[in-house]
Nanobody
């Protein structure tokens, strides 16, 4: 069964840190590009960071220098380390997995709330 399950969200004060995890099953994880997206209330879902099968990374400008995406191809897990969190980082964070010709898969999301 194909599953992407996010965890690690929660409530944190501004300046704090959280590490999100995206545990996958049922896919050839090492062949998928992994991404983290977020959606704040009333806003469109936006890309936060991506990591290719070869571990090349890309970040939206607003999180560069604060967030780090990584992957563990043995555990089949993608991570998003979030440091120096700001209230504007508050959103539901989703992971996705993409592989050409195999489509796009999404997790159910995890809430991140940053208080000022």
């Amino acid at each position: 069964q194909v599953q992407l399950v996010e965890s690690g969200g929660g409530l944190v004060q501004a300046g704090g840190s959280l590490r999100l995890s995206c545990a996958t099953s049922g896919i050839a994880f090492s062949l998928y590009a992994m991404g983290w997206y977020r959606q704040a209330p009333g806003k469109q879902r936006e890309l936060v960071a991506t990591i290719t099968p070869g571990a090349s990374t890309n970040y939206v400008d607003s999180v560069k220098g604060r967030f780090t995406i990584s992957r563990d191809n043995v555990k089949n897990v993608a991570y998003l380390q979030m440091n120096s969190l700001k209230p504007e980082d508050t959103a539901v964070y989703y992971c996705n997995a993409e592989r050409r010709h195999y489509g796009l898969l999404w997790g159910q999301g995890t809430q991140v709330t940053v208080s000022s």
